[in-house]
Structures are given as C-alpha cells and as structure tokens.
C-alpha cells in the first residue's frame, strides 16, 4: 500500500468480522541493521509479545492471532528483500496478511493485537513528509519525477517530436519556427496531462518545476489551474540529467518548507481559536468530548504522548469508566485513548499534525481545531 489518508483510512474502515487484527511495525533500516539476521532477531521479539498477546484470548481469537504471527514471519524471512526499505508495516488478520507498507523510513518496533489495524506510526510517517512531483521539462523531454517518504522514483518520462531550429530566413523560416513553438506547446500540454492524472490518483501536495529558465518559466504558466495551485516557488534551474543525490537534496529541502509552512498556519489557527470553546479544543478531555461529537477538524498530538482510558460500546470515548458508562452499552478499557483518538480523526478525515515535544500546544498533549 501506499502511505497516504485515503489509504490509511481504508485500512481503519476495512471489516474484520470482529477478528482480531495483529499490526506489526519493524525497522529494517540497513545503517542500523545491516544484516537481515538482525531484524529478524527484533521480529522473533515483537511476535513473542503477539503470541503471549493471544494466550489471554479466546480459544478461536487466539488460534487466528497465533496464526497472524506465523504468516508474518513466513513473510518477513522468506519474501521479504530488503532494497532500500527502511521500515515495514504488516496487518494480519485470522492467519492471511491483507496489508502491509514498505517505506524508505526507519520506524519503531511495534506489535499490536486490536480490533481493528494500529495506524498511528503510519499517521506519524504521512505527517512528516509531504507528496512532490517534480517535472525537469525541456522543449521536447520532461521527466516527471515523485518523491514522498523519502523516496525518489522516476514516474515518467515524456518525449515529443520537436524539430530543431534552421537558420534559413525568409517567410518559410518564420513558418517554420511557428511550427516549432507549436510542436513545444503540444510537448508542454503531453506533460501537464500527465501531471495531472498523478495529481489526480493521488494529489500532489507540491508540483515543482525545473529546467532551463526559459523552457520552465513558460511551462509554468501554462499549467492547468489544479496544477497551478499546488505550484511551489520559483522554477528551479536544474540540468535535465541531474542526479539522484542533488535531486533528492532539492526536494527534501521544499518537504521541510512545506512542512514549517503547514505547521505555522495551522499554529497561527490554533492560537487565534484560544478561549473560544466553538473554534479549538485543548487538553485531553476537551478533545475527547470533541472526538464523541465529531468535531475535530485538525488535531494535534504529542507523538509518545499516551493515556489509557475507557471505550462505551457506542464508541464514545472518557478517561473514567463511569464516563464512558453514562454513554450506554457495554465498556471496554483501552489502553491508549489518544491512539483511539487519532484514529477516530482518521475515520472522520481530519487532519493529524505531530509534534515531538508539548512546548507548541502550551503543555497539552492533544489539541483541535474545530468543524462548527
């Protein structure tokens, strides 16, 4: 799978039957890690956990949890190749493995058995990195290029027949040369159509431009209005055969801009919001009453930040099981209730902003801004 909302929502939303669904995270980075016998050594760990994980279930819960375990580890030893895959992400449920994300990041070692699949690192991954495309356009090759978590790929490459100049003169010369500006505008068009089916399929947070200047100024302008609005800066001035590395230093340089500008905004947000309970909620038990009331808009999180807390069978979270009582119906213990929390804010398709420390939320763990 892909590390995007629509595919983690997927993911949350996807029906289990009421089978328990085991998530495994594990770090195979090679600066780390550089022999597979190392990470597999972390693997048997987080699977010994999963199996003591299913003793405490019921006899057919914990036969499908012990059969997670195994398919996982089939996995991992016998198809996993490791390439430049930092990190792996793998949900099993009743013994099949329906899911799993391979990303260029490392990530930390998790194992969680629950009713539904443990997207919170995967939500920490897609908050820290942003979708780029980058088009390198000359009059008659463009290589569009995506960069998202880390990873650099080589989307595509257009080409057009673009005849070269003469230096004939006359009115067959000026002929000629329309011709040729022609058969560039066509060339520009090919690739704006591409673009726009990637952002399309899966949108781009920022399209960026490179080139010759004269080449991707104009190419910039002609874009289409979709495109234009997730256009980033300048055109970069950037050889059309310009290498992995100096690419990957470009992009990763407007991910951190992107990132700062997102982040800020959403601050600026927050802060004008402060004291009015309609616009922002702060601290944990405000945003458990806005999570109960579907009101979150954007939140943000503490990562590392926990708490345990209580689950009524309507859904309703509390920190107090006589909280989560006064909902109705049966109540369960959770063990985290800001993992419960952000998923939640995944289903409702709000947007989820981590923080490493609480100094930008005044101290809280958890804040939000609002729908209504």
Do not use: C
């Not at 972390?42 to 949890?65: C, N, Y």
């Not at 897609?126 to 650099?152: C, E, K, M, P, W």
């Not at 369960?332 to 989820?352: F, L, Q, S, Y």
């Amino acid at each position: 799978m892909d590390v995007t909302a629509d595919e983690i929502r997927a993911l949350v939303n996807r029906d289990t039957d009421g089978t328990p669904v085991t998530s495994v995270y594990l770090n195979t980075d090679g600066a780390q890690l550089p022999r597979a016998a190392d990470y597999e050594a972390r693997l048997d760990g987080l699977l010994r956990d999963v199996r003591a994980t299913a003793e405490g279930l019921s006899e057919a819960h914990g036969k499908a949890v012990q059969a997670d375990a195994e398919a996982i580890n089939r996995w991992v030893r016998d198809e996993f190749e490791r390439g430049d895959v930092r990190g792996l992400a793998l949900f099993s449920s009743g013994g099949e493995l329906f899911e799993r994300a391979e990303v260029a990041e490392s990530v930390r070692n998790i194992a969680r058995v629950q009713d539904s699949p443990y997207v919170v690192p995967l939500q920490v991954l897609l908050g820290r990195h942003s979708h780029i495309a980058l088009a390198i356009i000359q009059r008659d090759r463009t290589r569009v290029l995506r960069y998202q978590l880390g990873r650099l790929e080589e989307y595509l490459e257009v080409e057009s027949d673009v005849h070269g100049q003469h230096d004939q003169g006359g009115w067959s010369q000026a002929r000629y040369q329309r011709g040729i500006a022609h058969e560039v505008l066509h060339h520009m068009k090919d690739t704006d159509d591409v673009l726009l089916k990637l952002h399309e399929s899966q949108p781009i947070e920022a399209l960026v431009v490179g080139g010759a200047h004269v080449e991707a100024t104009d190419f910039a302008k002609s874009l289409h209005p979709w495109l234009q609005e997730v256009l980033h800066g300048e055109p970069l001035s950037l050889d059309a055969n310009a290498g992995h590395d100096e690419i990957m230093e470009r992009l990763a340089q407007v991910e951190q801009e992107l990132v700062s500008e997102r982040r800020s905004g959403l601050l600026q947000r927050l802060a004008a919001g402060q004291g009015q309970a309609e616009k922002d909620a702060r601290g944990l038990r405000a945003v458990i009453e806005a999570t109960n009331e579907k009101r979150v808009e954007v939140l943000f999180v503490v990562e590392g930040a926990g708490e345990p807390g209580y689950q009524s069978e309507t859904g309703a979270l509390a920190l107090h099981e006589s909280e989560a009582a006064a909902y109705g119906g049966a109540v369960r213990r959770v063990p985290d209730v800001i993992d419960e929390i952000i998923e939640e804010a995944v289903k409702a398709r709000a947007h989820i902003e981590l923080f490493r420390d609480p100094v930008r939320l005044d101290g809280h763990p958890v804040a939000a801004l609002l729908r209504f």
